[in-house]
């Protein structure tokens, strides 16, 4: 992988010595990925540190765009690219939509319509259409380390087919997330 200022990192580094939770997106274009990812960005670092985890975002486009994307999801956690999309390959990540599973991530807040009017904007005000990765890549979620064990392993079938990041902060044994923006009521 490669981070934000173009250094070349061995993936299992990222996992070799703690536990990380690595979260593969679609594109830094896609809306879904945008919106699961400011979600993501919402995971205190104190949970993280208490439970000896990373979190990752691995995207598939040149560097140059991890820094303009954290920028715009306000995201503060590891995030590298795999440009050639070599990991995501070894991993078996799906290309293409899945099958007509009908599937709604509870991370993304727009319609379908909006979201892909808006990744369309981003991508025609970018740099010469730059479409920052393949746009038929899926993602997926994967809980690895210490070491080669392997926790957990999801493959995204479409766009919205998002391991909610509560489940996957559980499964990592990190403290869950209130993503709602609802003021909690408690009852005395």
């Known amino acids: 992988v490669v981070d934000a200022d173009g250094r070349r990192i061995p993936f299992g580094a990222l996992y070799r010595r703690q536990k990380a939770v690595v979260v593969f997106v679609r594109n830094f274009l896609c809306y879904t990925c945008k919106e699961y990812v400011e ?17 990752i975002v691995i995207g598939q486009s040149s560097y140059h765009h991890i820094k303009p994307f954290c920028s715009l999801t306000g995201y503060t956690h590891e995030m590298y690219v795999d440009p050639q999309r070599e990991i995501y390959k070894i991993l078996g990540m799906k290309r293409g939509e899945g099958n007509g599973t009908s599937v709604k991530s509870p991370h993304v ?23 920052q990765g393949d746009p038929a890549q899926q993602g997926g979620t994967l809980i690895l380390g210490p070491g080669n064990q392997a926790h957990f392993l999801h493959h995204d079938r479409n766009r919205m087919d998002h391991v909610p990041i509560n489940s996957v902060l559980q499964l990592a044994g990190v403290k869950t997330v209130n993503f709602t923006n609802r003021p909690q009521i408690i009852d005395i």
């Open 39 to 55: 979600d993501l960005a919402k995971v205190p670092r104190s949970y993280l540190q208490e439970a000896n985890v990373r979190l």
């Open 109 to 131: 807040k727009s319609s379908m319509l909006l979201g892909s009017i808006r990744s369309m904007w981003r991508a025609m005000t970018g740099p010469a259409f730059d479409f």
